[in-house]
């Protein structure tokens, strides 16, 4: 079982060290693997369900002194970032202080649609069809973004995290990242990228198209 909440994410990482330290060897030694090959790579490690700024610098500061032993061991080095996935409502309204030890933000809006609004999407199947028949919601929140609710976070955490980097890079990842009435809410709150699955890759380019030429329009 893989909870919506509980002890999974960064939390694992905290009390099992190990874990952290594991993955984060594999992805700077494929990064390095790579590189010897002549590939340009630039690896953006991301600490998931932050909700205190101390459980990223302590993810963090294990992710960097990996990178360094793989470098140091291999003779090669690779530039990379260290950010996280803001999933919990928390993570939004603290984002000042947690861009403090973050180089990017994601926001992962398929948990933070279930944190926020007490949705799971194990068991939501069986009554979101209704409240979206009897008009209590305008849409699936988890097909698209629910930008009263969910947006109002979203936004909050870009505008605080740019407080204290005013060039923080922050995107989305999941399934909203290819609806395009959701795709057009990101642009205009001033999100830099949308990440989701390969078969809404088209969708979304022609999504961020139109809300480019919106944007311009006014």
């Known amino acids: 079982m893989n909870p919506m909440l509980g002890h999974r994410g960064c939390r694992l990482g905290v009390l099992y060290p190990e874990i952290t330290e594991m993955q984060a060897r594999a992805i700077f030694a494929a ?32 992710i960097r002194r990996v990178a360094d032993e793989v470098f140091r061991a291999s003779g090669v080095s690779v530039p990379f970032l260290v950010g996280t996935m803001i999933e919990l409502p928390r993570a939004a309204l603290c984002a000042d202080q947690i861009a403090q030890q973050a180089e990017f933000f994601s926001f992962g809006t398929n948990d933070l649609t279930q944190t926020t609004m007490g949705l799971s999407r194990d068991d939501s199947g069986r009554f979101l069809p209704f409240y979206v028949q009897s008009q209590l919601l305008p849409a699936d929140p988890f097909e698209a973004l629910d930008q009263t609710g969910v947006g109002q976070l979203v936004e909050m955490g870009t505008s605080r995290g740019r407080q204290t980097k005013p060039n923080l890079k922050v995107g989305i990842c999941g399934e909203h990242g290819g609806e395009p009435s959701s795709v057009i809410f990101f642009d205009g709150a001033g999100l830099d990228y949308v990440s989701c699955s390969p078969f809404r890759v088209p969708i979304a380019r022609l999504a961020a198209a139109q809300a480019t030429l919106m944007h311009k329009k006014g």
Do not use: R
Not at 33 to 46: R, T
């Open 31 to 62: 990064a390095v693997h790579v590189k010897k090959e002549g590939v340009d790579v630039h690896p953006e490690v991301m600490v998931p369900l932050v909700m205190v700024p101390g459980e990223l610098k302590s993810q963090g500061d294990l």
